[in-house]
């Protein structure tokens, strides 16, 4: 029903910066909020950061504020997350999610509470 296709990892040093890209297509009028989670090897899949497609309030972990940011273009139908002064314990999977309920205005940050997931893109930070 939504497809969800994310771009913009790779390789950068510590200190270093990305831009995530996340595309959606599809019945993307169904959408209420839009996620970015992490998961490390080995790790749990991690919050990172939502925004509610519409009025676009915003979310991001204690772990990364004032480090990344997310933002949307309605118009493109796309989820941007920036990354700055990456870290190496930043380095993760990064999948998008879609979420389709307003959940009485809050915001999800559990896994299980969005209905649609990308395939993720990598990201690794070198020290």
């Known amino acids: 029903q939504v497809q969800l296709v994310e771009s913009g990892g790779g390789l950068v040093q510590a200190g270093g910066s990305l831009r995530l890209s996340c595309a959606a297509s599809?019945?993307?009028?169904?959408?209420?909020?839009m996620g970015w989670f992490r998961q490390a090897p080995g790790k749990e899949r991690e919050f990172v950061a939502a925004?509610?497609?519409?009025?676009?309030?915003?979310l991001h972990a204690d772990s990364v504020k004032g480090r990344f940011s997310i933002s949307r273009d309605n118009a493109k139908n796309t989820v941007y997350l920036q990354v700055n002064s990456l870290k190496p314990e930043d380095t993760a999977v990064y999948s998008c999610?879609?979420?389709?309920?307003?959940?009485?205005?809050?915001?999800?940050?559990?896994?299980?509470?969005?209905?649609?997931w990308g395939q993720g893109t990598p990201v690794t930070v070198s020290s």
């Open positions: 599809g019945r993307t009028g169904i959408i209420y909020t």
């Open positions: 925004i509610k497609w519409n009025g676009g309030d915003t």
């Open positions: 999610a879609a979420d389709r309920n307003r959940n009485f205005g809050v915001i999800p940050t559990r896994p299980y509470e969005y209905d649609f």
